[in-house]
């Protein structure tokens, strides 16, 4: 079974610009959350996605925004890029049936820098 | 507002010496612990979680992790460390209700000397 897959692997972007990501899960996963991952912040969560319908968000600024297509494939968009938007952004996947009974498995992540 | 403290940012051990690292966490209800691992340029893999029951829990790779609630703790432990066990760890609480959504450490890096 193929793994998480995330697309571009390596951006660099100039501020002001916007910037979408790509990920696209497990077979079978229902279930795609985004993870922010910067030496000064660490790993924060960004906001999940199930059914194509956004279930939880974490606090960031609605410059960060998402969608989940029918087939599960998840983009997350960044408008207006900020030199602080530079980041390995994460994604996972998951079948989405609770954490208690379920496994997330990670991408690879794709990696934002922004000048 | 739930937190987690990986009191240790760098932990150094011999390959074959046993391992624990250390995670503290706050959160006003049962919480949902989780570790995970990071090697260099990869994404995260989930070692081990703990929702309920026995406070003991055993994970991929060789790890296990004990819950401590009178202590806030959810330390990782390893009896024996491997070269290949050398990468950055997480500690993570979850929201109860079952969704992954962390609050993570700000992780413990593990070298490992041969």
């Known amino acids: 079974k193929a793994g998480v897959t995330q697309t571009p692997r390596y951006l660099i972007k100039t501020r002001g610009q916007q910037v979408t990501l790509s990920c696209s899960p497990i077979?079978?996963?229902?279930?795609v959350s985004w993870y922010q991952q910067t030496p000064g912040q660490g790993l924060q969560f960004l906001f999940e996605?199930?059914?194509?319908?956004?279930?939880n968000k974490g606090n960031f600024p609605g410059r960060f925004s998402g969608r989940q297509f029918s087939n599960s494939r998840s983009e997350m968009n960044v408008s207006t890029l900020e030199l602080g938007d530079s980041a390995l952004y994460l994604c996972?996947?998951?079948?989405?049936?609770?954490?208690?009974?379920?496994?997330?498995?990670f991408g690879p992540g794709t990696r934002l820098t922004v000048l | 507002a739930q937190s987690v403290t990986q009191p240790d940012i760098h932990i150094t051990v011999s390959e074959g010496a046993s391992l624990e690292l250390r995670c503290n966490y706050s959160y006003g209800a049962t919480p949902y612990l989780f570790w995970y691992v990071q090697s260099p340029g990869q994404g995260l893999q989930l070692l081990l979680k703990?929702?309920?029951?026995?406070?003991l829990v055993q994970g991929i790779k060789g790890f296990e992790a004990e819950f401590k609630r009178s202590q806030s703790s959810f330390n990782l432990r390893k009896p024996s460390v491997h070269w290949s066990d050398a990468a950055e760890y997480f500690c993570a609480v979850g929201l109860s209700g079952g969704s992954y959504i962390p609050t993570f450490g700000r992780g413990t890096s593990l070298i490992v000397h041969p």
């Open positions: 703990y929702f309920s029951g026995d406070t």
């Open positions: 996972a996947s998951s079948s989405g049936r609770g954490a208690d009974t379920d496994t997330q498995y």
């Open positions: 996605y199930f059914s194509e319908t956004q279930r």
């Open positions: 077979s079978g996963h229902r279930s």
